[in-house]
């Protein structure tokens, strides 16, 4: 990624959303792709999650996430499923 290296605020924001929205996309393409078996269910994840949950948590006990970054981190942990902690991160 271009701004792998940026370490500013809105870089961390543009690079993890746009990997947020890349394994969503994939996440999406999987799970057409299952819809076309029969019986089976929508398993289908965002394979991106749990680095950039890892990656923004690092950050957020730092203290170095912005509004976007914290707005990202809600999302993440959102569709993590750990909504408590989503709540929390959003109302930062």
């Known amino acids: 990624h271009?701004?792998?290296g940026c370490t500013s605020q809105r870089a961390v924001f543009l690079r993890g959303y746009s990997v947020y929205l890349s394994g969503e996309k994939r996440k999406e393409e999987q799970?057409?792709?299952?819809s076309g078996s029969k019986g089976q269910s929508n398993s289908a994840v965002n394979s991106e999650l749990q680095g950039l949950h890892k990656e923004l948590s690092d950050l957020h006990d730092k203290g170095k996430l912005g509004g976007f970054g914290l707005y990202l981190f809600g999302i993440v942990l959102k569709a993590?499923?750990?909504?408590?902690?989503?709540?929390?991160?959003?109302q930062d």
Request: hydrophobic share 55%.
């Open 80 to 90: 993590m499923d750990l909504m408590e902690d989503a709540r929390a991160a959003l």
């Open 2 to 4: 271009a701004l792998s």
């Open 31 to 34: 799970g057409m792709e299952q």
